[in-house]
C-alpha cells in the first residue's frame, strides 16, 4: 500500500496537484512515451516521491480499479471526469490513505463513494478475499519480463559517437552493435550494446537509471523504449518537410521526429491537454528540437483544407489506447474491456480516417502501446477499406520478425513488439503510403525552414560531453 504522502494534495511550482499529475503519467504510460521514472521525472509536479509512490500503487491495482469503476458506471454518470484521473483518485480513497485535496475530481468521486465502496466490497466477496493485496494476481503471475534500457542519443545535441565513448568513460564496456536481440537480452553490469535495427539507440542492461545522469539532465540522451521509437523511424520524413504529430504529448516522439528531420522544416504537434502541453514545451526545449509548433487542440478538429497544412505529407499518429502493451500491465480480461475496446477503437478509426483526408499526405504511422488486435490490425483494415483506393500498407522493416496478426493478408505488413519476443514493450505500428499520385504545392526549401540550434546552445552541448 502506498505511503502517506507528504504534501498529497498540494500544487507543484505549475499549480499541477499530485492527483492531476498522476494522471498525466498515467496518460503517458499509456501512450508509449517513456518509462514510469522518465515520466514521473520529467512532471512538473516537484516532489517527485510521492508522484512514484502513487502512480505506482495505481498501476499494481489497475485491474482493480477497472472493475470497480466500470462496475460502479462513474464515468458513465460523470462524463467530465477524466478516466486516469478517476482512477487515481478511486485508488487513494478506497486503496491508499484517502483523498487529500484534488479539486473538482475529488468532489465527484466522493459524489459516488458509497457506490464505489459497495462494488469494492462486493469484489471481495467474489474472490472470496478479505484485504485489499489478496485481490491482487498471485506474485509469480503478475510479474511482467524486465526489457533493456533503451537510451535515444538526441542528435539534435551531440552524436552517438561522442555518447559512446562517455559511457567509456564512466568504465561501461562497449559491446559495438549487437547481433541479435538475443544478444542483448544477456547484457548484465556495466556493458551496453548499439541496437541491430534502431541508430542511434543503446542498449542497457534492465533497471539501469539515468534520470541524474548529466547527458539526459542537459537533453542528450532520452530514455525511451525501443518501441516508442519505431514511429518516427520508419516515418522518416526528410528535412525540409512538414509533418503532424497529432497526439504528441508528452513528446519523446516530438523530439525524436526533430531528430530525423535535423531541426529543418516544420512540425504541428496537437494534444488536448494543456497541462501535458506545458511539460512537453519544457522537454522539447530540453531536447533542443526548435522547428515545432504546440498546438492546444483536438486534432479531430483541425481543417485538413485549413492552407497552413497544404504541405503536410508525413503524419504521426499515436492516438490514446488501453495501455495494454506496457510491461507494468498485464492484459487481464474483465467484464468492462469488450466495451471499452469498442469504445476505444471507434475514436482511434475516427482518428484515422480524419487523418487520411489531408490533401498532400504521402506517407502515415499509425501507432499504439496496445496488444488487442481491435485497437490495432482492425482499426487499420476497416479504415483502409473505405479509402483502399487511396492509400495502401507498405512492409515496415521487414527485418523485424514480430509481425501483425489478422484475418486480412496485408497485417503481416505491420509491426508488432512484446515483452517476450522483442525485449521492448508490447507496440504495434503500421506504415500507410498514398497509392495516387499527389501534386501538393512546392514546399519550401530546407534551408527556408531551418530552425538551426543556436551556437551557443550547442556549445554548450558540446560541453557537457
Not at 463513494?113 to 471481495?124: G, I, S
Not at 542537459?218 to 520508419?234: M, V
Not at 525524436?256 to 522544416?265: E, F, S, T, Y
Not at 483494415?381 to 527485418?399: G, I, T, Y
Amino acid at each position: 500500500m502506498a505511503e502517506r504522502r507528504r504534501g498529497g494534495g498540494g500544487r507543484g511550482r505549475s499549480g499541477l496537484g499530485l492527483y492531476e499529475a498522476a494522471a498525466s503519467v498515467l496518460a503517458g504510460l499509456e501512450k508509449g512515451e517513456g518509462s514510469l521514472k522518465n515520466l514521473v521525472y520529467g512532471s512538473s509536479f516537484q516532489n517527485p516521491r510521492p508522484l512514484y509512490a502513487l502512480v505506482s500503487e495505481t498501476l499494481r491495482y489497475s485491474d482493480v480499479l477497472d472493475s470497480i469503476l466500470g462496475a460502479a458506471g462513474l464515468l458513465r454518470m460523470e462524463k467530465k471526469l477524466q478516466p486516469h484521473l478517476a482512477k487515481v483518485l478511486a485508488y487513494d480513497l478506497l486503496l491508499g490513505k484517502g483523498l487529500r485535496g484534488g479539486g473538482r475530481g475529488k468532489v465527484l468521486v466522493l459524489k459516488h463513494r458509497a457506490r464505489l465502496q459497495a462494488e469494492l466490497a462486493r469484489l471481495k466477496v467474489q474472490k472470496k478475499v478479505s484485504r485489499n493485496e489478496d485481490l491482487l494476481p498471485p506474485a509469480g503471475a503478475e510479474q511482467a519480463l524486465q526489457v533493456p534500457r533503451y537510451v535515444r542519443v538526441n542528435t539534435l545535441k551531440t552524436h552517438l559517437d561522442d555518447v559512446v565513448d562517455y559511457f567509456k568513460r564512466q568504465q561501461y564496456a562497449y559491446q559495438g552493435k549487437a547481433g541479435s536481440m538475443e544478444e542483448a537480452s544477456s547484457l548484465s553490469g556495466k556493458k551496453f550494446y548499439l541496437d541491430p535495427h534502431l541508430p542511434e539507440l543503446l542498449i542497457f542492461p534492465p533497471q539501469t537509471d539515468y534520470h541524474d545522469n548529466q547527458l539526459y539532465v542537459a537533453g542528450h540522451i532520452i530514455l525511451q523504449d525501443k518501441a516508442s521509437c519505431l514511429p518516427a523511424f520508419l516515418l522518416d520524413p526528410p528535412p525540409g518537410s512538414h509533418v503532424i504529430d497529432a497526439c504528441a504529448a508528452p513528446g519523446n516522439k516530438t523530439s525524436h521526429l526533430a531528430a530525423v528531420m535535423k531541426n529543418k522544416g516544420r512540425i504541428f504537434a496537437f494534444d488536448r491537454d494543456a497541462k501535458r502541453l506545458a511539460t512537453m514545451s519544457t522537454m522539447l526545449m530540453r531536447a533542443g528540437a526548435t522547428c515545432y509548433q504546440l498546438a492546444h487542440q483536438d486534432f479531430l478538429t483541425t481543417d485538413p483544407a485549413d492552407p497552413k497544412y497544404s504541405q503536410v505529407r508525413y503524419i504521426l499518429l499515436d492516438p490514446s489506447c488501453s495501455g495494454s502493451g506496457m510491461a507494468s500491465q498485464l492484459p487481464v480480461e474483465n467484464a468492462s474491456l469488450p466495451e471499452r475496446l469498442r469504445a476505444l477503437a471507434g475514436f482511434q478509426k475516427k482518428m484515422l480516417a480524419h487523418a487520411l483526408s489531408f490533401p498532400a499526405l504521402q506517407r502515415l504511422v499509425y501507432s499504439t502501446c496496445s496488444v488487442y488486435q481491435e485497437e490495432n490490425e482492425d482499426v487499420v483494415w476497416d479504415v483502409l477499406q473505405q479509402r483502399e483506393k487511396e492509400f495502401r500498407l507498405v512492409q515496415a522493416l521487414p527485418s523485424w520478425s514480430h509481425r501483425g496478426s489478422g484475418t486480412f493478408a496485408e497485417a503481416k505488413f505491420c509491426l508488432r513488439a512484446s515483452p517476450k519476443e522483442t525485449l521492448t514493450n508490447g507496440f504495434f505500428v503500421a506504415v500507410l503510403e498514398r497509392s495516387t499520385a499527389v501534386l501538393p504545392k512546392a514546399e519550401n526549401t530546407a534551408e527556408d525552414e531551418s530552425c538551426p540550434v543556436p551556437k551557443k546552445r550547442m556549445k554548450q552541448a558540446r560541453g557537457a560531453l
